[in-house]
């Protein structure tokens, strides 16, 4: 290795540069569906004491915005979160992620990460006019920016997240339901399989910057094999979800009447109706409206939190009518 680095040094192997041969950054060969990635890839709990243990919890929790057009990480987040089933990492865990027993001490537990999360979502909505969609076959036309997650496998959110948020009795967004397994999506567009992430990286000629099994880190790096993959040609799909319908966000999701917080008004205006409650119960509305409502019940407690009200109670009501009786 010392010797390789020395070669590299020396100018006698040149690395191999995401760039684009041509210089002109940002140009895909295909036009993407999305204009904005979020990447996540979550560190949890783990051992190595050959027992079998069933409830790995999130203990770093983070996120980066590619944009697809040039490549730029615009934004990111990360949380330290607290794990409550098993508190004390394992020797194992922190060699492993290296994450320090007094950072998850100093964490927050996963309710308070969530929505600290969606108050991170909510602002670059705002700044850079975003929405999440599936089904998307065709690029927007329109000002608003698409968006869609992104994830190395389906375990961070069809399995890690998903089944905490389960035991936990913890409503997670609507928007975390759907996702590009870019671990799939590589090995259908390279047709080969890759051996990991830092391998599939090496594969296409990047070399892995940071720690390995670092959240954030690793989160960056999926990034930086999503551009790549993007500058090569390929198009980002989403490919699992488990919404049991298309979620498509209406038009009226971000009206100004719920930024003025008249959301009464705003109902009654749409609806007919003055509360989500009654709304959701309306024999008319479908199901895909329904997903839709709750997602606007989501931008609620966004709205809620940033303005200091308390719509608790209306947000968990509305939460547990949809749960229990539309899907």
């Known amino acids: 290795m010392a010797t390789k680095r020395l070669a590299r040094q020396l100018g006698l192997i040149r690395r191999k540069s995401i760039a684009p041969a ?10 993407q569906l999305f204009d ?42 990360q949380a330290y979160v607290q ?3 098993h508190p004390i990492l394992s020797e194992f865990c922190m060699e492993l992620t290296g994450i320090k027993q007094a950072q998850v001490d100093e964490g927050v537990p996963l309710k308070i990460c969530l929505s600290q999360f969606c108050k991170w979502i909510h602002k670059i909505q705002q700044q850079k006019n ?13 000002e608003v920016k698409l968006c869609a997650f992104v994830t190395w496998s389906d375990w961070d959110l ?8 389960k035991r936990k009795q913890l409503l997670k967004p609507v928007f975390l339901n759907s996702w590009i397994d870019l671990r799939a999506t590589y090995k259908l567009f390279y047709r080969r399989k890759p051996k ?16 390995e099994h670092s959240g954030l880190d690793d989160s960056w790096n999926t990034a930086l094999l999503a551009w790549k993959m993007i500058r090569d040609g390929c198009v980002m ?45 309306k024999p008319n ?8 409502i709750l997602w606007l019940t989501m931008v609620w407690l966004s709205l809620a939190h940033l303005q200091r009200k308390n719509y608790s109670d209306c947000m968990l009501n509305t939460a547990s009518t949809v749960t229990t009786e539309t899907f």
């Open 22 to 31: 041509n210089g002109n950054l940002g140009r895909s060969k295909s036009k």
């Open 36 to 77: 904005y990635l979020i990447v996540i890839d979550f560190e949890s709990t783990c051992w190595n004491d050959g027992k079998r243990h069933h409830s790995q919890e999130i203990i770093e929790f983070p996120a980066v915005l590619l944009n697809t057009a040039t490549g730029q990480i615009e934004s990111e987040f």
């Open 83 to 85: 794990p409550q089933e």
């Open 130 to 142: 975003i929405i999440f969609a599936t089904g998307v076959s065709e690029p927007s036309t329109s």
């Open 158 to 165: 069809g399995v890690c997240l998903e089944y905490e948020c």
């Open 196 to 211: 990991g992430l830092s391998g599939a990286l090496q594969e296409v000629g990047i070399e892995f910057s940071g720690r």
């Open 237 to 281: 799909k989403i490919t699992r979800s488990l919404n049991k319908g298309p979620f498509l966000l209406p038009s009226w999701t971000w009206n100004s009447d719920l930024a003025s917080g008249d959301q009464h008004a705003f109902l009654q205006q749409e609806f007919g109706c003055g509360t989500y409650r009654t709304l959701l119960r």
């Open 285 to 292: 509305i479908s199901k895909q409206e329904k997903g839709n």
